[in-house]
């Protein structure tokens, strides 16, 4: 099969790109599919090739078409890649260049995609994240940042109900959870559950414990802090105001909360301010060796308002790190409480989590024994080969539309 992905960047560093990347390098290697990547940022991606250049007949092989970028806001380059990409691949149809059986999207890049990959259902999203972006709770100076915010949910949201609404696209979700939300926003009956999974060579105790020492002398943690782990690219969304409270309230234990992603920490100083938390919270810039991170860390909170899955989740059971779940995540679906993991019922209520936390850090045997049975777990039922043996099924069975180019 010839299969068109359309994904703004790809590299193992953000959750939903690396799903993708997993996915068609292995649709390459084992089964031998040709792709054509469009694409405006490509990294840590084996095999890919320029399509400037390369024979446009080349099979088992990934082509990268770039697609151009603009400087600019986010919901700028949103809507410019929407339309560049579009344009790209309806001239490189037209002219004979590329003609793929199917177009392949993880989110909504395009209109015309044949099987899209849902990751977050932005409906559900915004209603329990609207407390979170009022402009009252937050510094005029922070005003045109949540705006904009505020208009790109909005933008995404319609092109959710045009999308999503039309069964002519066949949708895959991450999880039961985003099954579920499509379902109640779109009345998708029909669609196909297909977990994210992890690396289990890659992320594993073995690991984990050989890069303890180094990871935390780079990152200054004494022998004596408890490191507490968020990694994430939407803070908000991942419920970080709930893990901060929580963190105020146990100022009797040393614990630290190390947070990891492209979000802009400005945002919480007033609240770093108004809880004198600056000397307790580290903020991180993402890295490719994310196994440092885990290394670093005692254990995993992930206390998400709305998150169609949370990959790190699974990447910190995989590792042996006892991990707190929102149930809101997608990933909570591989924690059976107090085995597993431990789940947090409301990722709002911060006595609970508290709670939670505090138990951990007071049971040492307990902290073991779940990191041991989540590991376990992970590395039995949430490998990449399973998900793309089921991926590719799905891709085979849908039907090959005809383009009129």
């Known amino acids: 099969m010839r299969l068109a992905v359309v994904s703004p960047f790809l590299d193992r560093q953000h959750g939903t790109e690396l799903c993708v990347t997993e996915q068609i390098e292995r649709l390459v290697r084992q089964y031998h599919w040709s792709i054509d990547l469009y694409s405006q940022k490509v990294s840590q991606l084996s095999g890919v090739r320029s399509a400037s250049g390369a024979s446009q007949n080349s099979t088992d092989s990934i082509l990268w078409h770039r697609v151009s970028d603009v400087p600019g806001p986010h919901l700028l380059k949103y809507l410019w890649w929407f339309v560049a990409n579009q344009r790209q691949r309806w001239w490189d149809q037209r002219s004979g260049r590329v003609r793929p059986d199917l177009v392949y999207s993880p989110g909504i890049n395009c209109l015309d995609a044949d099987v899209i990959v849902v990751h977050i259902v932005f409906h559900e999203f915004y209603e329990r994240a609207r407390p979170e972006l009022a402009l009252n709770r937050v510094p005029l100076r922070s005003w045109p940042r949540l705006i904009h915010r505020k208009l790109y949910y909005r933008l995404v949201m319609s092109l959710e109900r045009k999308v999503y609404r039309n069964r002519g696209v066949r949708l895959v979700a991450v999880s039961s959870l985003v099954a579920a939300q499509l379902k109640s926003h779109f009345q998708r009956d029909d669609v196909t559950v297909i977990p994210n999974a992890v690396d289990t060579v890659r992320f594993s105790p073995g690991g984990r414990i050989a890069k303890r020492n180094e990871s935390r002398r780079s990152l200054s943690y004494s022998e004596n802090d408890f490191v507490s782990l968020l990694i994430g690219n939407d803070w908000k969304k991942k419920g970080l105001d709930t893990l901060l409270r929580a963190l105020a309230s146990l100022a009797d234990i040393p614990l630290r909360v190390l947070v990891v992603g ?33 290394a670093a860390a005692d254990l995993y909170v992930g206390p998400s308002l709305e998150d169609a899955f949370n990959l790190p989740m699974l990447e910190a059971m995989a590792c042996g790190l006892p991990v707190i779940a929102s149930v809101k995540a997608g990933a909570s679906e591989n924690v059976r409480d107090f085995e597993t993991g431990l789940l947090l019922r409301d990722p709002r ?32 039922n949430c490998n990449w080969d399973q998900n793309v043996a089921r991926t590719k099924e799905v891709l085979e069975a849908t039907p090959r539309h005809h383009r009129p180019w």
């Open 262 to 294: 492209m979000d802009d920490p400005n945002l919480y100083h007033p609240l770093l301010d108004q809880l004198a938390l600056h000397d307790r919270v580290h903020f991180e810039k993402p890295s490719e060796d994310v196994l440092s991170f885990y």
């Open 349 to 380: 209520d911060t006595l609970q989590l508290v709670q939670l936390i505090r138990r951990l850090f007071d049971d040492v045997e307990l902290r073991g024994r779940i990191g041991e049975a989540g590991s376990r777990y992970v590395q039995d």
